[in-house]
């Protein structure tokens, strides 16, 4: 018998899974299995811009995965938030495997949206999918905690419809680390970027600069506040399928 809570957010809540249809559920098992992980893997979109770090999606933007993301970014089902922090968490474990990066806090740092856009969708996708993610992987035993540290410092226009190279130029030196960025990221093994999406690469590319920039991470650009050896990596919800095709046929060296 369904909860008395759970009748009420039949009342408030899409009665229909965002992924497929289903009736009278906000994402069916289906739907969540898609989301589960399971098909996480590296990414590279081609061409790769300069300065892209290593990528990991949970998997791949088509059908449900597509459909759930846009519910989420475009149409305010906001709850949907945990079931998509779940899936990159997974991608940011994965991606914290093996890797370099020693003992420390893992620092989530989500690609942040133009305020016109926060506006209009009356919330920050990548940031709220972030903050889900963090929850989950505390929970897993990760410290994780998200440092809001980067801000359009210039209007870009809006990338739907634009190239890869279109792209590039609409976002070059767009980021900055807000000031006092390194307080938020301090004690950090792992800074990773984070966002919901990954088409062509320029957005998180601009996101890895304006770090690297700040010195928030150790290496030629490092400064005063960089975290002795922190990795530098981005995870994502979803990436299209040549992207994992490609990572996957790639010849061993």
Same mark, same amino acid.
């Given at each position: 018998?369904? #909860?008395?809570?759970?009748? /009420?957010?039949? /009342?408030v809540?899409?009665?229909? *899974?965002?992924? *497929?249809?289903?009736?009278?559920? @906000?994402? *069916?098992?289906? *739907?969540?299995?898609?989301l ?5 893997g ?12 290593a ?12 459909? @759930? ?6 149409r ?5 938030? %945990?079931?998509? %922090?779940?899936?990159? &968490?997974?991608?940011? @474990? ?30 920050d996708?990548? +940031?709220?999918?972030? !903050?889900?993610?963090? %929850?989950? !992987? ?5 410290? =994780?905690?998200?440092a ?8 870009? &226009?809006?990338?739907?419809? /634009?190239?890869?190279?279109? +792209? ?18 301090? #004690? =950090?093994?792992?800074?990773? $970027? ?6 062509? #690469? &320029? ?6 600069? =304006?770090?690297?920039?700040?010195? !928030? ?11 002795? %050896?922190?990795? $530098?990596r981005?995870?994502?919800v979803?990436?299209?399928a ?12």
């Open positions: 018998m369904r #909860g008395w809570w759970q009748e /009420l957010a039949g /009342l809540l899409p009665v229909d *899974c965002a992924g *497929c249809g289903a009736l009278r559920v @906000l994402v *069916c098992a289906e *739907c969540r299995e898609v589960s992980g399971a098909g996480e590296p990414v590279r979109p081609s061409p790769s811009p300069a300065g892209l770090p990528v990991r999606a949970a998997a791949v933007y088509e059908g449900a995965v597509r459909s @759930l993301l846009l519910a989420h970014k475009e305010g089902a906001l709850p949907l938030a %945990g079931v998509l %922090g779940g899936a990159l &968490a997974a991608a940011v @474990l994965a991606g914290a495997r093996g890797g370099p990066g020693g003992a420390g806090d893992v620092v989530l740092v989500p690609v942040p949206s133009a305020r016109r856009q926060v506006r209009a969708r009356g919330h996708p990548a +940031r709220r999918i972030a !903050l889900a993610a963090a %929850g989950r !992987l505390r929970r897993a035993g990760v410290p =994780a905690r998200v809001p540290v980067l801000a359009l410092r210039r209007a870009v &226009a809006d990338q739907a419809g /634009l190239g890869a190279r279109q +792209r590039r130029e609409n976002l070059a030196g767009a980021l900055a680390v807000r000031r006092g960025g390194w307080r938020l990221t301090a #004690g =950090a093994a792992r800074i990773v $970027l984070v966002d919901d999406l990954i088409t062509t #690469g &320029a957005t998180l590319a601009e996101a890895a600069r =304006a770090v690297r920039a700040a010195g !928030l991470v150790t290496g030629p650009a490092a400064g005063a506040g960089a975290n002795p %050896g922190a990795a $530098l981005a995870a994502v979803a990436a299209p040549d992207s994992f095709r490609r990572i996957e046929r790639a010849p061993r060296v």
